[in-house]
């Protein structure tokens, strides 16, 4: 199996709140994953295409839930495919150009799945406490950034 290396190493914790945010997104406001994203250790922001601003209260809902998620302890697993058996599931027009006919898939439990060849914890409960630190709503485009209170044993 040949996958494309990934020119990254991501902090693990970091990261997979980043694909929980991601699916949370997705389900509670119903827009796309993150149309912008910048991953670092201690603060990271995700840009969403968003017709309105998210008001506090849905800020405030979105944290809860990606917090909810973490403290479910769920598994984060990975599944091999070939871009044919995936394309009906995700959006493949966001793969490089040079994308590997293989692509990795990462399920976080049952809630969230995406293409990804980054770095992740095992289970949710490795993460530590998710906040949005602020947002901000400008021409058509909410940016959520947040950072992670981990536990000692992901630092």
């Known amino acids: 199996m040949e996958l494309n290396e990934h020119n990254k190493q991501e902090y693990p914790p970091m990261h997979t709140a980043e694909h929980i945010l991601n699916g949370t997104m ?6 796309r ?5 910048h991953i670092e250790r201690k603060k990271s922001k995700c840009d969403y295409i968003l017709p309105v601003a998210l008001t ?19 598994p984060v697993t990975l599944e091999y495919a070939t871009q044919e058996e995936v394309k009906s599931r995700f959006d493949m027009e966001r793969l490089p ?19 990804c060849v980054g770095t992740h914890v095992e289970r949710t409960s490795q993460i530590g406490k998710f906040r949005i630190s602020s947002t901000r ?13 981990v536990p000692e044993l992901a630092k």
Request: overall charge negative; aromatic content about 4%.
């Open 26 to 31: 997705v389900k509670m406001v119903g827009c």
């Open 97 to 115: 150009d040079n994308a590997s006919e293989t692509v990795r898939i990462v399920h976080v439990g049952d809630y969230d799945e995406c293409l």
């Open 33 to 37: 994953r993150a149309d912008n994203a």
């Open 137 to 149: 709503y400008q021409d058509g485009v909410q940016r959520i950034v947040f950072r992670l209170d």
């Open 56 to 74: 506090p209260e849905q800020v405030q809902a979105i944290e809860d839930k990606v917090n909810e998620v973490i403290s479910a302890d769920m």
